[in-house]
Every structure is written in C-alpha cells, then in structure tokens.
C-alpha cells in the first residue's frame, strides 16, 4: 500500500512538473524589434512607444523584450540591422524608418511589422491604408503640411519671398515633402531654393548657399540623418541668423526657431495599440494603417531674440507651445 502511495505521489508530482513546464512555455514573453533611425540617444519615439505599452500594461524587460537596433543616420546599415532584428526571433518589428520597414518586408514574409510615419501606400509597403494586405501596417504621417509651414511663415515675415528648403531627392518620404511644398510655394508667391544634404559633411555649404543667395528663411525636411545631427544643423541656423521652421517640436526645443507638424510622440503611443492587437492574433492585413490625429505649433522666443526676430501676435497666439 505504501508502495502504491509512493508511486501515485511521484506521478502527480511528474504530471505538475510536466503542466508547469508547458504553462512557461505558453507565457513565453514577446520580443518587440524596434529599428531606430537616429541614435539611441537621440531616438525621439522609444519612450513614447514604452510608455504606449505601459498604457497597456507590457513593461519592458518583464512581460515583453525590445530588441532596439539603431541606424545612427546611416542608411546603409539597416540590411545588417534588419536581419540582426530577424535572429532575435522577434515576434513584430516596429520602425519609424520607411527604408527599414522596406527591408524588413523585403526579408521576411511572416514577422508582423508595424511601421510609423512616412507614406506606407507610396513606398510600397502596404497595398492600401484601408486594406494594408501582406505582412505591414501601421500609422502614415502622410499629410499635406509644407503648404502650412510655409503660411507660418509668410505670416511671420510678411515680405518672405524666398526660402531655402534643405532636403536630400534621394530620400522617398522626403521627395513628396518637396513636390508638396513647391506646389504651395506657388500659391503663396515664394521661390524655393533647394539645397540637397545628404551628410553632416553638406551642412555648411547649403547655409553658405542660402546665404549667398539671400533666401529670408529655411525649411528642413524631415529624415533620419538631419534628427542625428540637429545640433550641429541648429548651431549653423543660428550663426546665419536665418528664420528656420522645422516639422517637429524636437528642433525647437534644443534651439530651432519654430516648427509646425505631427505630434509624432502621438504617432509612437499609437504604435503600442498595433503591437498589443497583433501579440493578441490580429494579422496586420486586417489592421488598416491610421492618419495622424494630432498636430502642433511650437515657437522658440529665446531663439526669436537671438536672431533679432518679433514673432508677430496672430501668430504667437496660434501656437500650442512657447518656449521662453
């Protein structure tokens, strides 16, 4: 009888021991890629996509893992990066990079991936924002806003008719910024003056150009490499004195003048949602990519004096925030 007792006592244990192991195995904790196109420390949607999946109850390091591989604004590193992403065994990829999700999609066929900004239909990532199809979704950042910036613009220097617009035409996202903006250019009565930057090492020679050619003010287009090196950018802005509008709030609170765009730190919160349905067995096929829902106005008066510009009342009071 003992005997008996014994063995039915080693079963159970056997049993629980076996439930348990496939318990652990069933929570196994989702590994989130996350391709940055700056430096990590420059990386302006990590937090905000963390505290998107606190919001939702994932804590990095506990419940989830994210994998972070950063660009440092050299695009030629994302094939390298993506497939270091792909050997984590990651379970989605989230990137802001339009180039990196290119690639991702380009690698692989069944990880999830979850893009943020930039024109998913135009690059080819997704058949449609109402019906994504394949393995990407996310959140487009594909507005009409060069139109906008240059209003600001005008509205603060009335007699504005020439602007120097930094971009790089090699970059995607950045040639429909551009077409855009020249279509505006010529509704309100101002000449562009483009100024192509593709390194750190362009900075200095565009202002000298734009100085040179005496443009009143500057926009810059918005990629990865220019977000790695705004200090120096910004530092350069400030020595010509030009005006500068910029499209996010991350120019002008080191220092740039002003900038009108998407609440991109909104768009990286957002990003959480798409990760949480898809660790939850949503397909990104079903999940149509969404708009930007926030945008803002911020003025840098500090940086106003510094060039020895008044920021006119009508359009102060439009601003959501002023930095003084």
Known sequence: ?????????????????????????????????????????????????????????????????????????????????????????????????????????????????????????GSGLVTSLARPGGNVTGLSALVELGGKRLEILKD?????????????????????????????????????????????EDFEAAFKSATRERAGALTALRNPMLVNHRKQFLKLAEETRLPAMYDDRNFVEPGGLMSYGTDRADLFRRAATYVDKILKGAKPADLPVERPMKFELVINLKTAKQIGLTIPPNVLVRADKVIK
């Open 1 to 121: 009888m003992k005997r008996r007792i014994v063995i039915a006592l080693l079963a159970a244990v056997f049993l629980m021991t076996v439930s348990s192991a496939k318990a652990q195995q069933a929570k196994k904790v989702p590994r989130i890629g996350f391709l940055e196109g700056a430096s990590i420390a420059e990386s302006q949607g990590l937090d905000p996509f963390r505290q998107g999946l606190r919001d939702l109850g994932y804590l990095d390091g506990q419940n989830v893992i994210v994998e972070i591989r950063a660009m440092e604004g050299k695009p030629d590193r994302i094939p390298d990066l993506v497939a270091e992403i792909i050997r984590s065994k990651v379970d989605v990829i989230v990137t802001p990079v339009a180039a990196g999700a290119q690639a991702a999609k380009k690698a692989t066929t069944t990880i999830p991936i979850v893009v943020i900004g930039g024109d998913p239909v």
């Open 156 to 200: 603060t220097l009335p007699n504005l008719n020439r602007v120097a617009v930094f971009w790089n035409s090699t970059n995607t996202p950045m040639e429909f910024q551009f077409k855009e903006t020249k279509a505006a250019a010529g509704v309100l009565g101002v000449k562009l003056q483009p100024l192509e930057v593709r390194g750190p």
